[in-house]
Structure formats: C-alpha cells, structure tokens
C-alpha cells in the first residue's frame, strides 16, 4: 500500500488471457441511493458497498474490487499490528478522526483479528482532549471574590480525534435520513413514506454495533472525578493506552493534570451526548420500520389534518430532536387502527415497549388502553342491551386515564364523555388532572397568602389548577345555553363538582353561578 509520500499515486495493469467482451460496474445496495457518485467515499463508505468491476471475456467473468479507504485499513488490520509502521502511516495520513471513524466502524467486523486492532487502534491514535484556554485560571480557583460581577467564559477545547471520529460516523450513518422529509403526498390523498425498510434497517445495525461500542468501552462517556487519578479503566485497558494518555501529560505539574482531567470531563459529556442520539435513534427506526409494517399511509391518514401537513415537511432531524408530540400521534393512531382486537393491541403495545421504551412508555400503553376502552363504550352503547358493557368499559377507561390524567388531551376526552353522558366521569378526570398537575397544591397555598407576586411556582400551579376547573365550567356554560339548556345534565355535573372537597373549584363554580343569574344557588 502506497503510504509513504514517495509513492502516494500508483498504478497496476493486469493482464487478461483473452479479449474482453464487456466490461460494467456492478450496483450493490446502498443507503445513499445515487448520492453515492457526488459526494466522497469517505462519507459514504459505512452505508454503501464497495465498488465492483464486472469484465466478461470469451473465457471467463472476472471480478475487480477497488478498495476504499476503509478496505485499505482493514486489510492492514488483518496483516499487520496496531503498533506497526504500516498502520501507524495510515493514521498519519489521514487526520481529523477520519480514521478513527473507520475504528468505530471495523470495531465490528466478524475478523475477530480485525476488530480486536480497531479498537486498539482507536484508543492508540486517537490522542486526548486539551483545554488551549481554560475558563478560570488554575490560581484563581479557590478564590470566589474574582468572579464576583465578572462573566465566566467556558473553556477553549480541542477535543480528541476518538470524539471526532464518532461524532463522524455517527453523521454518517444518519445522512441518508437526516434531512430528508419523512413523507410526500401522492395523488392529493396518500401519504407516502421516502424511505424503505430495508434502509431502516441497514442505519439501525450500524447504530446497534456503534451503541455496542460505546458500551464495551464506558470510560469514553465516564469522566474521572476531580478527587481520582486519570486512569483508563476500559475494557482495553493496558500498560500501551495508560502511556498514551499520559504520554503529553507532567505528572509534576498539578495544573496541567487538573487540566487534563477538566478536558476529560467535557468530553465526556460530549460522548454521552452522541451517545443518547445514538440511542434514541436505534428506538426510531424501529419504530418507522414498524409503522411501514402496518401500512404507514392509512395511519398517517388518522392523524389531524394540521399533523398531516407537519409530517409532509417534517425531516427525521425534527422527529428525533423536537417534534416528539408527533410520534406520540402516530403510534396512538397505529393502535387505534385495531381497537376491538384486544389480543392484537396489546401484542402491539409489548412490542412498542421493547422496541422504543424512550418514545413509548408505561404511561402511553395506559393511554392507548384508556382510549380503546373509550372506542369501545362508544360502538357498544347503540346495542341492545349494551349499556351495562358501556358503563363498565367507561369505569375501565377513567381509571387509566386519571392515573396518566396530566399527559392527556383533557379537553377532547372529556368532550367524548360529555357525548357518552358520562358526566362523573368528566369531573373526576378533571380533578385528577388537576392534582396531578399540581401535586402539592401550591395553588391553595399561594391564594391563602394574599397571591405574593415573587411566587411564581404558586401562581403557575394555580393557573395550571384554573385550567382544569375551567373544563368543569365550560360544560356547565353548555348546558345552560340559551335555546339549548339541558337542566338535567347540569344538575348532575354541578352536584358532582360540588361534592368534591376542593375549596378553588367552588369558588370557580360560585363565579359561574353570578355569572349566569343563578345567585339563589349558591345556598
């Protein structure tokens, strides 16, 4: 391998035994798709197949492989050791954690030779962090006077080739989805995907070994702390990385190893950063993987007509970074496509928590078992003989609604209870919500002491507390409409509310009695 700087370019003829008939480059199946032809293989060599030269003689079919960068390394990892002048010329060649972008990627490869010298190779050559210029000079530390009315300004990093070769591969890996809108709409009315399973797949097992490399080796995302000595407690912990680590480091200096160890730290943090969107992804994919599964456009079709136009240019980017109320809409919609299957949904609602227990919690499948019952009551009611069936999957849906009564639509649920004639049940989730939402009625607290303006945790839980009495109130307001008075259901809702030992609720309910000429009630 040409890698000394006499012999950077090279060429090689080999001769064929016969004359060629045709000669083409085999397609394999990349991630990338035709990006692959713009843009450098180095960006595009862990999704992508490597380039295959197919020639066809009038004797035989013969088979050209160029080797990439990342087939270079490996083929040296296979003939030569991590400390050898070969390698050691590779790294040189190629900075910035290009290569150990390659490592993390060969890390995993089924040579056990192969991904044995990755790993050393990554921990070798990819230096360590250094602070240029801290944030509080070493002899101001234990002095707090000198920042008294003074910025302080975080320090300088030049991190490590090993957090820019991840942070690389990392990027790498996410590419072909990071930007790219997650459906489009097609003929007016279907919403199709623009990826494919396979793709999921292909980006997950790439994410899956990464993770696995992040956990076999959790000194990268585990810092010293400033009272412990800098040591590399790695599961390639060796006398070679404890002399790599301390090979630019004065152990005779306090301030240089304090410096180190605060360099540490800070990169840490940045590992675990890549870490958790690592991570989270993994539970994405599996989950996209899975919507595409169950028909993807007829369950984006479910969502709200302002949900649907999100997702239409909505990027993978913004679903894992900000748009999380989004994935919560397509998985209860993904569930909803099949109340009535008991058997089925909760299968479903297993497989969402193995798969995605960041995205789809305990509190969702409560959620999602709440909102079947609810369908249910609403198909059965119209039957003959159904109502004791409704009141019963009514009592089953407002007990697992008030446990999770704080992450809920409050005003849709209760507006399908106001429709089912479920009126306790309207009331009771409201107070739920409302003590959820503020557990340690701060709310009463605040009122009791006069609404002290500096008490801005008092004054948020009463509004939060407002919110949910305002619910009650709003359905009392309906039945007493003018041209649509319903006495009887607002009797039965004011008496309920009542009934409850909340003293913010009744004065809420007084104030819509005034309101409404119903003063005489009050007694």
């Known amino acids: 391998f040409p890698f000394q700087s006499a012999m950077m370019e090279t060429r090689h003829v080999l001769r064929l035994p016969c004359s060629v008939w045709g000669i083409s480059e085999s397609e394999g199946v990349s991630a990338y798709g035709t990006e692959t032809n713009m843009v450098p293989v180095f960006s595009t060599q862990h999704l992508s197949p490597n380039r295959e030269i197919v020639i066809l003689t009038a004797n035989e079919i013969y088979k050209l492989y160029v080797l990439r960068p990342i087939e270079q390394l490996r083929s040296l990892l296979a003939k030569f050791t991590a400390d050898s002048d070969q390698v050691s010329a590779f790294f040189k060649l190629l900075r910035q954690g290009q290569a150990s972008a390659m490592c993390v990627h060969l890390a995993s490869d089924t040579n056990h030779r192969?991904?044995?010298?990755?790993?050393?190779?990554?921990?070798?050559?990819?230096?360590?962090?250094?602070?240029?210029?801290?944030?509080?000079?070493?002899?101001?530390?234990?002095?707090?006077?000198?920042?008294?009315?003074?910025?302080?300004?975080?320090?300088?990093?030049?991190?490590?080739?090993?957090?820019?070769?991840?942070?690389?591969?990392?990027?790498?890996?996410?590419?072909?989805?990071?930007?790219?809108?997650?459906?489009?709409?097609?003929?007016?009315?279907?919403?199709?995907?623009?990826?494919?399973?396979?793709?999921?797949?292909?980006?997950?097992?790439?994410?899956?070994?990464?993770?696995?490399?992040?956990?076999?080796?959790?000194?990268?995302?585990?810092?010293?702390?400033?009272?412990?000595?800098?040591?590399?407690?790695?599961?390639?912990?060796?006398?070679?990385?404890?002399?790599?680590?301390?090979?630019?480091?004065?152990?005779?200096?306090?301030?240089?190893?304090?410096?180190?160890?605060?360099?540490?730290?800070?990169?840490?943090?940045?590992?675990?950063?890549?870490?958790?969107?690592?991570?989270?992804?993994?539970?994405?994919?599996?989950?996209?993987?899975?919507?595409?599964?169950?028909?993807?456009?007829?369950?984006?079709?479910?969502?709200?007509?302002?949900?649907?136009?999100?997702?239409?240019?909505?990027?993978?980017?913004?679903?894992?970074?900000?748009?999380?109320?989004?994935?919560?809409?397509?998985?209860?919609?993904?569930?909803?496509?099949?109340?009535?299957?008991?058997?089925?949904?909760?299968?479903?609602?297993?497989?969402?928590?193995?798969?995605?227990?960041?995205?789809?919690?305990?509190?969702?499948?409560?959620?999602?078992?709440?909102?079947?019952?609810?369908?249910?009551?609403?198909?059965?009611?119209?039957?003959?003989?159904?109502?004791?069936?409704?009141?019963?999957?009514?009592?089953?849906?407002?007990?697992?609604?008030?446990?999770?009564?704080?992450q809920i639509n409050l005003t849709a649920t209760c507006d399908r209870y106001y429709e089912l004639h479920f009126y306790r049940g309207l009331v009771d989730l409201c107070l739920s919500a409302a003590q959820k939402l503020d557990p340690e009625n701060r709310a009463k607290s605040f009122v009791d002491n006069g609404k002290v303006s500096t008490d801005t945790k008092g004054l948020l839980a009463l509004e939060k507390r407002d919110g949910c009495y305002q619910t009650i109130v709003n359905y009392l307001d309906r039945c007493h409409a003018p041209g649509d008075s319903d006495t009887g259901t607002h009797e039965v809702l004011l008496a309920r509310a009542l009934s409850a030992p909340e003293e913010l609720l009744h004065h809420a309910l007084y104030s819509h009695l005034i309101e409404t000429g119903q003063e005489d009630r009050r007694v």
């Open 114 to 406: 192969v991904a044995a010298g990755a790993a050393q190779c990554y921990f070798r050559y990819g230096g360590e962090p250094k602070i240029l210029s801290p944030s509080v000079p070493p002899e101001d530390r234990t002095n707090p006077q000198v920042y008294l009315g003074k910025a302080v300004v975080g320090p300088d990093i030049l991190y490590s080739d090993k957090l820019h070769g991840l942070g690389l591969y990392l990027s790498r890996i996410l590419r072909p989805l990071w930007k790219t809108p997650l459906v489009q709409r097609t003929h007016g009315v279907l919403f199709e995907p623009l990826f494919n399973e396979r793709t999921l797949e292909l980006i997950r097992e790439r994410l899956l070994h990464l993770r696995d490399f992040l956990d076999t080796n959790p000194s990268l995302r585990n810092a010293p702390s400033p009272l412990e000595p800098i040591s590399t407690n790695t599961s390639l912990n060796s006398s070679l990385f404890k002399s790599t680590l301390h090979s630019n480091l004065d152990t005779t200096d306090p301030s240089h190893h304090r410096q180190l160890q605060d360099a540490l730290r800070y990169e840490s943090g940045q590992f675990q950063s890549l870490y958790h969107i690592a991570d989270l992804s993994i539970e994405l994919m599996s989950l996209l993987s899975l919507l595409c599964q169950h028909r993807l456009p007829l369950i984006v079709q479910a969502l709200s007509k302002e949900q649907q136009q999100d997702l239409t240019i909505m990027t993978y980017s913004d679903l894992l970074l900000v748009c999380r109320q989004v994935t919560t809409a397509l998985l209860s919609a993904l569930l909803a496509r099949y109340h009535g299957d008991e058997r089925l949904t909760e299968e479903l609602s297993e497989r969402l928590l193995q798969l995605a227990p960041s995205l789809y919690s305990a509190d969702n499948a409560k959620r999602a078992k709440a909102e079947e019952c609810l369908s249910m009551a609403g198909e059965v009611s119209g039957e003959v003989g159904g109502k004791a069936q409704r009141d019963t999957l009514l009592e089953e849906s407002l007990q697992l609604f008030m446990e999770v009564s704080n």
